[in-house]
């Protein structure tokens, strides 16, 4: 029981760091950047205005899918490695 005390203590303290943690992933040679945490939350998303095209608003929603689904990836990478050292390796849903 001590032991899942400690672990969970592990757990939480690992959680609060990825909390604090920053990513920055881009897309399109930096046209849009996203800034998510280690815990997948998502604090911003940097648009560069010269690829505001009015006839091509599709490549733009492209570029900003692309960009996101890469920041989460690299987020989620990032919490399963910070928690794979506590579980061991062990796939937790909802945890990695």
């Not at 960009?67 to 987020?75: G, H, I, M, P, T």
């Amino acid at each position: 029981m001590q032991m899942m005390r400690k672990m969970q203590k592990q757990m939480e303290k690992i959680q609060a760091e990825l909390a604090e943690q920053t990513l920055e992933v881009s897309s399109g040679g930096g046209v849009v950047t996203v800034t998510i945490t280690g815990d997948q939350k998502i604090r911003a998303i940097k648009v560069d205005p010269e690829a505001v095209d009015p006839e091509d608003v599709e490549m733009l929603e492209d570029l900003v899918a692309a960009a996101v689904n890469e920041a989460l990836a690299e987020s989620q990478a990032l919490a399963g490695e910070k928690l794979g050292a506590l579980t061991g390796g062990l796939k937790i849903p909802g945890l990695t």
